[in-house]
């Protein structure tokens, strides 16, 4: 068990929904990051959030958007759903800003079945 | 891209030997290396990580060699077991960049 939970564990939705993902980080840990697995694509970084505040960016499209809250947990919103966005989602966390040596700690992740 | 799924390199062993996952990465500018299992159905785990000023570390059952001439990290599995059956992702980093994952290898243990 890493210590980073993410609720629901799964979620079957329809094309155009919107869904909401939640994380919470390993205690202490100020980092949050999503992460995509597809069949496909491999794992994706969408994006970071640290302390709060949007860190870094990756492959995240327009239609998806993150925030981290004062408690340091976090959610990924995901609206105008395709039936490509059906993946596992993950989300880590990391003690600090994510530099050097620092390691990421997944959670069990959250399987998103688009119909 | 990296890619998972049908298409994974797999490497099929027999419990007790030892296992070499092999990973390539490109950036000769990265300076930390991280080796992840993935087990079906779950997150990738933490297993072993190395900095770019060492060529070896040593944890249990599992070692990670890096080869920064020709950009090259294995991670070797002693006495290989059944539960070590998993996919395992090597990343690599620069700086404060993201991780990048490599493609996924499954290992699969046969009794």
């Known amino acids: 068990d890493s210590g980073v939970t993410q609720t629901p564990k799964h979620l079957i939705t329809a094309t155009g929904q919107r869904v909401t993902l939640r994380c919470s980080p390993r205690?202490?840990?100020?980092?949050v990051y999503w992460y995509q697995q597809s069949l496909d694509q491999g794992l994706q970084f969408l994006i970071q959030?640290?302390?709060?505040?949007?860190?870094a960016k990756g492959n995240i499209l327009e239609r998806f958007s993150a925030q981290q809250f004062p408690d340091l947990h976090s959610e990924l919103n995901l609206s105008s759903l395709e039936l490509g966005d059906s993946a596992l989602y993950f989300c880590?966390?990391?003690?600090?800003?994510?530099?050097?040596?620092?390691?990421?700690?997944f959670g069990p992740g959250t399987r998103l079945l688009v119909l | 891209g990296e890619s998972v799924g049908l298409h994974l390199p797999t490497l099929s062993v027999q419990e007790g030997d030892n296992s070499i996952i092999n990973c390539a990465y490109s950036?000769?500018?990265?300076?930390?290396f991280i080796w992840y299992k993935q087990e079906s159905g779950k997150g990738p785990q933490f297993i072993i990580d190395?900095?770019?000023?060492?060529d070896k570390r040593q944890g249990q059952r599992v070692t990670v060699l890096l080869n920064k001439t020709v950009k090259h990290l294995s991670l070797q599995i002693a006495a290989t077991q059944p539960g070590d059956s998993a996919v395992y992702f090597c990343?690599?980093?620069?700086?404060?960049?993201?991780?990048?994952f490599g493609t996924g290898t499954r290992l699969l243990v046969s009794p």
């Open positions: 880590a966390s990391s003690a600090g800003t994510g530099g050097l040596q620092e390691t990421q700690y």
């Open positions: 205690s202490g840990d100020l980092s």
């Open positions: 959030y640290y302390n709060g505040e949007e860190r």
């Open positions: 950036n000769s500018a990265s300076d930390y």
């Open positions: 190395i900095r770019s000023n060492m």
């Open positions: 990343a690599d980093r620069t700086g404060f960049q993201k991780l990048v």
